[in-house]
């Protein structure tokens, strides 16, 4: 039996903002050669315009919320590459161009929020590669951003770059993120974020590493009803409207995860849209090469 978890009502205009987030993250793209520094708006933005058009399209259907989405993982990937090379130019294909990107070494853009976006779109979109590319970044150039978080943040990300790399053993660094994300002694806002948006793509991983496919699809089914109570709740639902909440990314992630590893899926919502997925658009041009 599928279980349905229905998204919450969305705003009547996001076909309008889809295109005017396209064009708006299209030219931030084009300034990043002259000017890497703009990185952050242009990931940001990016991210932004996949989201609003899986709002305007849930199924992911349409070829243009295909590109949107292989677009902010290409800006994603890029702003890591950059990152990490100190000097010269590095070579990114984004949308349909090579572009020849300065090196800029760490940045404040180059933080573990962004890295953990550009993951959950890698695997999201099928990029193996980037993946692996990602997996590479040193922690030490994450916390180099200046940007700060909970103490749980680098444990998270050392447990997936270590899962996917093959490189060690997980248990130690998944227990200290899971305990970091304990929401006893938490209030208000910071404890219903915690519960409800950041911990649940670990109870999710954690299922996912110990193959039980029951429990799996029960923690996928409770983080998308609480990615749902979360941006209804916040600011007394006006938080809605965001286009943050019309994915529920992480989980969208750890759901790929599943099923390229055979899981069963009985969970089905438009916080997960369909054709992403199903990998129904993966391979049907190049995304990578340079």
Known sequence: MTLLVPRHELPADLGSRAVELDKSAARNVERLESSPA????????????????????????????????????????????????????????????????????????????????????????????RMTALARVPLELLRASGAEYDAYVYPWIA?????????????????AAIAGTDPEGLEGDDRDLMLRVLHPPMNLFLNYLTGDHARFNEALAQALQWHKEYWTRADGGAAAGNASSFVALAPLAMACLARDAGFPLTVESEYLPKHLVARSWVGEFDTIST
Do not use: M
């Not at 990185?39 to 996949?50: H, I, M, N, P, Q």
């Not at 770059?161 to 998944?174: A, D, F, S, V, Y």
């Open 159 to 175: 447990t997936l770059q270590t899962w996917w790399l093959g490189g060690g053993e997980l248990g130690g660094l998944l227990d």
């Open 38 to 129: 703009g990185f952050r708006l242009a990931f940001g933005t990016a991210l932004l315009a996949a989201f609003t058009h899986c709002g305007e399209d849930p199924r992911a259907v349409g070829l243009a919320t295909w590109e949107a989405w292989v677009t902010a993982t290409q800006v994603g990937s890029a702003l890591f590459a950059t990152s990490t090379a100190t000097t010269g130019t590095v070579k990114c294909r984004i949308t349909d161009e090579v572009r020849v990107i300065p090196a800029t070494g760490p940045q404040y853009h180059s933080n573990a929020e962004n890295w953990n976006n550009a993951f959950w779109l890698a695997i999201a979109c099928g990029e193996p590669d």
